[in-house]
Structures are given as C-alpha cells and as structure tokens.
C-alpha cells in the first residue's frame, strides 16, 4: 500500500448503463474527487444527480446486467475497478462500509440485529459466536442504543427508526473501517433524531478516525457535517471545495441557486423564496455543453462546449465565468 | 395464549361442522342421489325399499339423521357403508390414509428440494440462457396432465424399458406398507412420487425464483452485500430465507389438498389404494357414509395444516409474532 | 423529454411489445393452429381418413401401400386370443395414428376430441372470468359486509380440493343432467362440464381481481373523481372497469389452460365428456387399456394437451409482461 496515497481517489468514474434496444446512457460522467483521512465530505446533488451511483461504485455493488464502469477508484492507492470479487468482497464491509437511506428496509427483517451484526464481524475476523455478540453488544452501546444487550435480540421492526439507524451504523463500524460512505442517512428520520444521528457521525472521526463520505442533497446537513464538499449536477461535478469558503463564495451558479433555495435564519424573509426553473436533465438528453446551461441565469456562447474544472481559490469549478473574470459575489447572508 | 389456542379450536371445530352439514345436505337434496334406491337396488319392491327406509333410518327428520350419522362416525365408529356389503368406513379411510401420507409426503420432499434448487439456480443467473431454459422447463411441468404423465411413466417403466437396467428394479403398481421393509415401500413409490412432484416443481420453483428476484432488488440484500458476504451466504441466509415465508404458505395449502385427497388421479393411475381413490369410489357409489368419512378427515387434516402452517409463519416471520 | 408527434394508448403499446415477443407470436400461432386443425376435423375424416369417427368399425379394413389390412388385428400371443388394434401407419388416409379398440381412427377423433377440448375450456375460461369479475368487482368495491361475505364464500370454497370439487359436482350431475328451475340441461350436453370448471376456477380468479379493485379504489385517480363528485356508477364503469380490464385478459389464457386440464381429467374419469362425443381427456381414457400394447392413442392426446396447455401459459405470461400486471396467481390439482 502506498503510504501516501489519499485514502480514497475517485478520476473520471463514468457509469454507464444500457438504456434498452443497444442504447446507452452514461449516469455519471467524469466525476472526481478525493478524501483524506478522518474527513468528512459531502457528496451534494439532487435526486438522481448520480450520488448514490458513484457510492455504489465504490463499493462494487453495481450489478446492473450490462452496467460499464470506467475511470479510476484507487482506495490508499489501490484500484478497486476491475478488482476480482474475492478481493473486493473482504474490503467491503472491513475497510469501506457503507449505510444506507432508510433504515427499516436496509435490515433483513427476519434476524435479528445483533444477528445482522455478528454476521458482519465474523464474516471478516475469526470470531466465536459468543465473541462476536459480545462486541456486538459493545458497539451497539458505544452508538448510544440504551440497555444494547436487550437491543440485539429485537428484530428491525421492534426498533424506533432512530435505533435502526444507529444499529445500522454499528454495523457498519463493526470492523473499524477507514471510510464510511453514509447514503443520505438522516432522510427516513425526524428532525431530532437526525441531528442526534449527525451528531453521532461527527464523533465517530474523533472516536475512531473514520472519514465519511456523506450522500445527501441537504444543504443544511453539509453545512454542519462536512470538511469539503462536491457538487454533482446532473452526473457532472459542477463545483468542489471546502465547505466554508464553498458556501461564502460560490463559484457555480448551480451552487449559488441551491444555497440561495434555503430560506434565511435572520433578517427579513424574502416574499418567495428563489427557486431554480426548469428541471435537471435526464442522462439521455444532456446537452454537449455545460449540463446546467438551459437553466443557467448566466448562460451564454461559451457555455456550448463542457467546461472542465477550474481551480478557483481553494475551490475548483466546472463554469466559465471565473475565467471571464465575472466570479459570483460572496453570498450576503450566511446561511445556518 | 390460551384464549388464542381456544379461539383458533373453537373456529376449527365450526368450520368442522360446517362442512359436514353441507356435504350431508348436498348428496340428500340432489335428486337422484336417493340412497334408499341405491341399498335396494333396481328391480326392489316397494314393501323392500320401505322396509330398507325404515332400517337405515331414512323416514326420520333430516336433523337426526345427520346427528346418528355423526354418532357412528366420530362415537361409535362402525359407520357402515350403503354399497360395500356394509363394509366399515373408519378401518376403511385408516387403510387408506398410509398410502396417500406415503405419496404425498415423498413427493413433497422431492418438490421442495428440486424447485428451491431450481428457484435458487434461476435466480442466481437471472436472465441467462439457463435461468430461461429451467424456468420453460418449470412451465412444460405445469402444462403436463398427472394422469397422463402417470401413465407414460408406467409405459415407460412397466412395459417398453422394464427390461432395461434403467427400470428392471421397477416393481408392479400397488402399494406396499412401510414395515414390510424400506425398500419393498420406496421402490413401489419412487415412480409416483415423481411423476405427482412435476406439477409442483415447475410451480414452486417458477414462484420462489420470482420471489428470490423480487427479493435481490430489494434494500437489505444490497446491505448484506455491503457487509462483504459472499454471494451463496447473501442469496441463502438473507434472499431465500425472505422467501421462504410465502413458500411455506404455499407448500401447506397444497400439502393439506393433496393428502385431503386431491392426488387423486395420481393414486387412480398408480393402483394406490389411497384416500382420493377412496373418496372417488366414494362419489361414483354416491356411497354416503364413506363420502362423509372421507370429507371429515380431508377437512381435519386441510384444518390441522392450516394450523401447522400459521404456526410456521410464526417460527419464520418474526413480525407475524407481534401481530403486525 | 423530446416531443412525440403521437402517443400511444395502453393498449396500443401493449399491442406493440406483445409483438416484439418471440414467445408471444410463437404461442399464439400455435394456438391459432390448433383451431385450424379442430375446425377441420370434419373436412380430415370424410376427405381424409375417409372414417366415420364416431362409428365402431371393429370389422373394417383399411387400404395400406395397396393391400387390404383389418383394422382390428389378431394378437401375437400363444392362443392368438383377442384382437389389437391397428397401430400407426403415419399415412393420413389410413388410420394415421392407428385405431382405438373400437376399431375408429385416432387421428380423426384426435381432431373432433380437440373441438370439445378447446371448447369447453374457452367457454369455461370465459364463463369464469365473468363470474370472478362480477364477485371480485363487487367483494373489492363494495367493501365491507359484500366483501366479507363473498371472500369466506371463496375461501371455502379455496380449502376443497380443486379436483375433488369439480368431481362432485360431475357426479352428482352427470346421471340425471341438472334442473333447476327453468333452467334445464341435459346429462351429455357440453354445458355441464362448462359450468362445473367455470365454477371450481371462480375463487382463483376471483382473488387477483379482487385486490387488483381495492387497490384501485385507494388509488389517488379515485380519489380524485370522488372528489370532483363522481358517482359511485361513474367510478366503476369509467375508472376502475378499464383498469381491471388488463388484469382479466392476462387471467383469461391462464383459466383456459387450467380449464383444458380439469376437463381432461374429468374426461378422463368419464364424467366430462359424454360418449360417443370425443375430447382429449377421453381419448387418454380409451387409451389407457391399450396403454401397453398401443400407447399412440393415449399419447397423442395428451401431447395436444401439453402442447395447448404449455402456449396458453406462455402466452400469459407475455401478456402479464407486456401489460406490466402484477398479481400472482397461482393454481392447484394434481
């Protein structure tokens, strides 16, 4: 393993997926990014943005008949494209794991949790089965379920979507991995659990060094959450940066238009709030140009070819007007 | 619990009474289904068939009839037949009910063993050229007669390739008790056992294998993928363990038809002296005692396996057990 | 999404996937055939076979390759005791698949036997379907006691064997034919047979139709017609009849091909179809004691059944596919 390598290098991932009689679309196209140790990043985009498909990338688990998977994923520099399913079968779940939206449909609804759980550590560490529930009892309470020897006997459906999602999450941390890829883990739960779960994953850095890649299209979620953060458009990275300078100064008019979409805390509130007209493209009907053009209050000739990305500060964006030197101002209000 | 258990007896025993009340009005209302011309016989007297009327018990109300008649059923047990030289049709259905648990119960083995291995097959390799030639092969086995498929097997194996070394071992048709020795049993009913099976591996291989796909799509499979198991361990522990909740629904409604009776045409075919041959002699003799005989342990054991099955919902699906 | 100069109506596009199915126009051409084929059964024996199918003709000949052959032929057996049969002669003008032990040919009443086969088993499907429509419809729409009603009515009717229920009913029927009230049929009329499989399918059919309404009735296009007032008779006949019409062409070649195997084997039994009329099933049945000696007249019969059984099946299930329905049905009886 290379020592210096990022722990988690995406370059020009593009999912392909066949679209019936011999057609193909491409979900994702290009997309890059990369994630230190013990950082958190978001993954932001709308519903069907490609997030989730670059997530199940990583892990290997596109098994679409016909799915093409092309670019690069090196995990502390090893590339996990084209890795034999043995190999890719004892990282998942070790080193990468992963948890997903909603917590009740994740578990199988016939084990019980502490099952689920045991069966996760044993299949990767020449546990007993007494050891293996012992840790699980651990983990379980070290992820805030009350009175864990009890919780790992309950079946899915007899946990509070808060405790499901916390087991799930015990699940995934069973085997110490180095990254944590979490799909929108707060979207199935109420408000409050959502911030005691958000809260749960910012500790897990300090606990146990994790970093996390963080699915979500919440702006709100990232901006508590994560160290940096990517914009997908569309199957295209539009912007990428840290978080902070990302939601002061955004370079994308995408980004703007989303952060611009959440209602302010304080000052006076806006009559209607802006929203961005149109709706995203389907993966067949592109355009060649900037994914984002037709809806784009700034769009102009140089936006009929794709524009790459662009280092802008700390930040790199995929739009010409940088270039142009006619950079989005800083937002007025700081939002959250 | 108990008001449970209590409530689920009382149930059965009305559903029990229910269905005797029916049958027994059912082969008294019909015309020509007049039992005291059939004991007398064509060419009988008038003065005989009165006399006959009266012996039997036929000139009394409906309602003690029905009561007398369940007497010597389910009490006295020496319910005598109309037809048989007054043969007793209790000793008569207990004969017969060997026979068909032997078929049934060997043919349930090889079904639910060939179609989980099938289902599972297909599901696995969804979409390739095995998975659509096994679940054709599931199709042809639905489309095929049982009584016809019987007597092809017999052709086969009793007559045009008897002699080979395939089929020399097979023995004449008829059934041969389980203590007359394990082999002399099995090697009378492999043919039969077979031959019943096609039907319900085609079938339940064909649902289990949709099951099991509409199962792969589903959240916590990708989860258990996500944990890094292996695709056997994903398939078995968390596809078809999913799957095996409407499997066994399935399995214990046709269990309980077939040993009710319903492999009729297979026992009728083979020479099987079981309990739908019997039911069937039953109803061409419009042999009322022995229907009534056959009816009552067919609905027992179609209400015993709907218990049985429920109480398996219970072992398999944990959110059945908390009434959800 | 890129502008269509026309769209499609459902059927249309159902029409057009069916069309693209391999399985669907093989089936279809199969059953189209075997229709030809009855239909010309008359036609096969008076210019074919030249044999009157229905007669015993246990002292006929036949002309082969230019000699006379008697139809019924001695045995080989050491007192030459008794007489077979001709086997098959694979020529069309003399007793192509050989003759029953009365001496007719096989193949003509092969032919007249699929008549009353696919007849019975289409009006019966037919029948069937009617009447799961009006219990389901009405069980699914209505709700409530109708609904509670109707349902334990099938599910009694579910826990009877399926066979066992049709063989009753064929028993008790088949000495005197059925008289009730007005209504009068006699013992050999096809009708009996239609009617007892109609009957015995109802609660398999009925089921799928049933959930298929209730889920319609929750449906938010019901909704909305309820909300723009209206009437329940509007609902029905112009939302929820249209929708479950889909669900009633996928069950109808599956009830037939489950009606073709009930029919056959109550044939079979000799409590359908009533002698000297011909069906599949009975053909098995006359076979069946020359089973060792001339297993082509119980084969072939049952070869039609399994061939006509398997592409009713097959073409259900490209239906269901093509017209995306979703509820499982499932069947029983052996």
């Known amino acids: 393993m290379d020592a210096d390598a990022p722990l988690l290098a995406v370059d020009n991932l593009t999912i392909t997926l066949p679209a019936g009689r011999g057609r193909t679309v491409d979900i994702v196209e290009n997309v890059s990014f990369r994630l230190d140790g013990a950082e958190i990043m978001g993954l932001v985009g709308e519903s069907g943005s490609g997030k989730s498909m670059s997530a199940l990338a990583i892990m290997g688990l596109i098994d679409a008949p016909g799915a093409r998977i092309a670019g690069s994923i090196r995990f502390r520099g090893r590339e996990l494209i084209g890795l034999d399913r043995r190999a890719l079968r004892a990282l998942r779940g070790a080193e990468i794991a992963m948890i997903f939206q909603d917590p009740m449909t994740a578990l199988t609804p016939v084990h019980t949790v502490g099952w689920q759980i045991d069966e996760q550590l044993r299949a990767h560490q020449p546990l007993s089965r007494a050891g293996a529930r012992a840790r699980t009892v651990e983990l379980l309470g070290e992820m805030g379920v009350p009175d864990p020897r009890r ?115 304080r000052g006076t509130r806006p009559r209607r709030l802006p929203s961005i007209p149109g709706a995203p493209p389907a993966p067949s009907a592109r355009p060649p140009g900037c994914p984002f053009q037709p809806r784009c209050a700034y769009g102009h000739v140089a936006c009929e070819t794709r524009p790459s990305l662009l280092p802008i500060g700390a930040q790199q964006v995929a739009c010409v007007l940088p270039a142009e030197g006619r950079a989005l101002p800083p937002r007025a209000v700081l939002s959250a | ?75 006295t047990r020496d319910l005598a037949s109309y037809v048989d030289h007054g043969e007793k049709v209790v000793p008569e259905v207990a004969r017969a009910a060997p026979v068909t648990l032997s078929l049934v119960g060997g043919a349930a083995v090889i079904w639910v063993t060939v179609s989980i291995l099938i289902g599972t097959i297909a599901a696995a390799a969804r979409g390739s050229v095995l998975d659509r030639a096994l679940m054709m092969a599931g199709l042809v086995g639905i489309s095929i007669p049982v009584f016809w498929l019987g007597e092809v097997a017999n052709l086969i194996t ?137 009816v009552m342990y067919s609905a027992v054991f179609v209400v015993v396996a709907n218990a049985v099955v429920d109480l398996f919902y219970l072992l398999l699906d944990p959110r059945v057990r908390d009434g959800r | 999404m890129t502008a269509r100069t026309r769209t499609h109506g459902p059927w249309a596009v159902a029409l057009r996937s069916l069309s693209r199915m391999p399985s669907a126009i093989a089936s279809a ?121 109707l349902s334990r009515m099938m599910d009694i009717m579910w826990a009877i064997p399926v066979y066992l229920f049709a063989i009753s009913l064929s028993i008790v029927t088949v000495s005197h034919g059925l008289r009730i009230g007005p209504i009068s049929i006699r013992s050999d009329s096809l009708l009996l047979p239609i009617c007892i499989i109609a009957l015995v399918y109802v609660p398999y059919a009925a089921r799928p139709i049933r959930g298929r309404v209730m889920s319609l009735r929750q449906s938010e296009f019901v909704l909305a017609a309820r909300c723009l007032g209206a009437s329940r008779r509007r609902i029905l006949l112009r939302d929820i009849l249209p929708n479950v019409s ?30 000297p009329a011909a069906s599949w099933g009975t053909i098995i049945q006359d076979g069946q004691g020359l089973i060792y000696t001339r297993p082509w007249v119980a084969i072939a019969p049952g070869l039609a059944i399994v061939i006509t059984v398997l592409a009713l099946n097959v073409l259900g299930d490209a239906l269901r596919d093509a017209l995306d329905v979703r509820e499982t049905s499932r069947r029983s009886g052996a």
């Open chain 1, 151 to 265: 919780a790992a006997d309950r079946y899915p459906h007899q946990l509070s979507g808060g405790l499901r999602q916390r087991a799930m999450i015990a699940m995934a941390l069973s085997c110490n991995p180095s990254l944590l890829i979490a799909d929108e883990p707060t979207t199935a739960l109420d408000v409050t659990v959502q911030a005691q779960i958000l809260d749960l994953l910012r500790r897990l850095r300090q606990d146990f060094g994790s970093s996390i890649l963080l699915i979500t299209h919440d702006m709100g979620v990232v901006a508590e959450t994560c160290d940096r953060t990517t914009v997908l458009y569309s199957g295209n990275v539009a912007e990428h940066g840290p978080t902070d300078a990302l939601f002061r100064q955004p370079a994308h008019p995408y980004t703007a238009a989303l952060l611009d979409s959440i209602p302010p805390l």
């Open chain 2, 1 to 75: 619990m108990i008001g449970a258990v209590l409530r689920r007896l009382g149930q059965t025993v009305l559903v029990l009474f229910g269905i005797s009340v029916l049958v027994f009005l059912v082969f008294f209302a019909t015309p020509g289904a007049d039992p005291t011309a059939r004991i007398a016989g064509r060419n009988a007297s008038p003065e005989t068939v009165a006399a006959i009327r009266h012996q039997y018990g036929f000139d009394r109300p409906l309602p003690i009839q029905y009561l007398h008649l369940m007497d010597r059923l389910f009490i």
């Open chain 2, 158 to 294: 009793q007559s045009r390739f008897h002699t080979s070394w395939m089929f020399s071992w097979v023995p004449p048709l008829g059934y041969v008790p389980l203590q007359d020795g394990l082999w002399a049993w099995a090697s009378h009913l492999i043919i039969p056992w077979c031959t019943l099976a096609v039907l319900f591996i085609g079938l339940y291989g064909r649902v289990l294998r949709a099951d099991l796909v509409a199962a792969s799509g589903e959240d916590f499979m990708r989860t258990a993928r996500a944990k890094g198991l292996s695709e056997t361990r994903v398939m078995l522990f968390h596809g078809l363990r999913t799957s095996l909740i409407t499997f066994v629904s399935l399995f214990g409604l046709d269990f309980a038809q077939l040993v009710g009776g319903g492999a009729l045409l297979t026992e009728v075919v083979f020479g099987l002296g079981g309990v739908g041959r019997l039911t069937y002699q039953g109803l061409v003799n419009l042999d009322l005692p022995l229907i009534m005989a056959t």
């Open chain 3, 29 to 149: 051409s199969v059953l189209l055939l075997l229709v030809i084929l009855s239909a010309g059964a008359p036609f096969y024996a008076a210019h074919i076979a030249h044999t009157d199918p229905f007669e015993s003709d246990v002292a006929g000949t036949i002309t082969l390759h230019g000699a006379d052959i008697p139809v019924m032929q001695p045995n080989n057996n050491r007192l030459h005791l008794g007489l077979t049969p001709i086997g098959p002669t694979w020529v069309p003008s003399a007793d192509l698949l050989g003759a029953d032990s009365q001496g007719r040919d096989v193949a003509a009443r092969l032919l007249y036997g699929g008549r009353n086969s696919l007849l019975i088993s289409s009006c019966a499907a037919l029948l069937c379907i009617v009447l799961a429509a009006t219990v389901g419809i009405c069980a699914g729409f209505f709700g409530g006691i109708v609904d509670i009603l």
């Open chain 3, 246 to 275: 889909t669900t009633l062409i996928v069950l109808a070649p599956l009830v037939m091909a489950l009606a073709l195997l009930a029919e056959s084997a109550l044939s079979f039994l000799s409590i359908g179809v009533q002698a």
